[in-house]
């Protein structure tokens, strides 16, 4: 498509970025997670775009601490979803 400028590549980039169809990825974050945590990864990249790093979502979730108070019926249900 020789007729294309480049504004217009840069639009048609801009486009597929904000219907999520492009990702950044960082080879050098990806190699330090572990094998376990890159399922995860990868939905999460889903949801981000290319403003930040696929891997920021993850990491906030490794930094996170929770306290359950209660086992009742619906913590029962929470606690196993969050192990």
């Given at each position: 498509f020789p007729e294309l400028t480049v504004t217009d590549i840069l639009e048609?980039?801009?486009l597929l970025d904000e219907e999520g169809f492009?990702?950044?990825t960082h080879?050098?974050?990806e190699k330090t997670v572990p094998e376990r945590?890159?399922?995860n990864v990868n939905y999460f990249?889903?949801?981000i775009g290319t403003r930040r790093k696929r891997f920021d979502i993850q990491q906030k979730i490794n930094e996170t601490s929770i306290l359950l108070l209660g086992l009742g019926g619906g913590g029962s249900n929470?606690?196993?979803l969050l192990a």
């Open positions: 048609g980039i801009q492009i990702e950044e080879l050098d974050v945590y890159k399922p990249s889903r949801f929470i606690l196993t």
